[in-house]
């Protein structure tokens, strides 16, 4: 299975539970990198739902460290706003997201 494919089965239930809403580049830069690191440790033994399994609890723990990461920065330095670059990309995380609450 190619990163690629792994990455569409994780994100199908959620496409099905939130339709067309889009998923943030964070999030899909965060769900990559999982995806990547799910196959490299793989064997063959391990089915489809395995490989789903193991990507969704790597990235449900990579989320949890983010956010207190976040949370923390942001209170320490008394910001509005918290620039993430990760993966070759710029993150603006403002303190209001909801996904920080």
């Known amino acids: 299975m190619t990163t690629e494919e792994l990455f569409d089965k994780v994100i199908e239930p ?7 809403k ?3 580049r964070l999030h899909r830069a965060m769900i990559e990198e999982c995806c990547e690191n799910t196959l490299k440790v793989t064997n063959d033994s391990m089915s489809d739902k395995d490989l789903i399994l193991s ?3 790597s990235f449900v723990t990579a989320d949890n460290v983010l956010k207190g990461l976040i949370k923390g920065l942001i209170a320490k330095n008394d910001a509005d706003t918290c ?6 990309q710029s993150f603006v995380i403002d303190t209001n997201l909801k996904h920080l609450k």
Request: glycine share 10%.
């Open 14 to 20: 959620i496409k099905i539970q939130f339709g067309d």
């Open 22 to 24: 889009e998923i943030s």
């Open 55 to 57: 990507t969704q609890m």
């Open 83 to 88: 620039t993430i670059n990760y993966r070759g």
